[in-house]
């Protein structure tokens, strides 16, 4: 049985993207010296944000967007074998564009 998340409102559920194994010298970089990286994948996005008036004003970002985020932004969780993390739209910093 598989399970989905659906965030709620103005929520965001992304993937962390895997950082470097080797360092722009070549230089192996072990696990456990690694930092979090910073970008991930958006897997799936809520409705959007409730506004005063009670509209909802849709979100910027969609499933599939390559974003940036803050080094301490969210709640991170795992799921079955596959951590996560989930944010509010204004925790994003940017849209990675090629």
Do not use: C, F, N, P
């Given at each position: 049985m598989s399970t989905t998340i659906r965030p709620l409102y103005d929520r965001?559920?992304?993937?962390?993207l895997e950082s470097e194994q080797m360092?722009?010298?070549?230089?192996?970089?072990p696990d456990t010296a690694?930092?979090?990286?910073?970008?991930?994948?958006?897997?799936?996005?809520?409705?959007?944000?409730?506004?005063?008036?009670?509209?909802i004003r849709p979100l910027q970002?969609?499933?599939g967007d390559k974003i940036l985020f803050g080094k301490y932004s969210g709640t991170e969780f795992t799921l079955g074998s596959e951590e996560f993390l989930v944010l509010r739209e204004e925790e994003l910093l940017g849209v990675i564009e090629k």
């Open positions: 965001v559920l992304i993937k962390r360092s722009a010298g070549g230089i192996y970089i690694k930092e979090k990286t910073q970008m991930g994948a958006v897997v799936a996005t809520g409705e959007g944000k409730m506004m005063s008036d009670g509209s970002v969609k499933a």
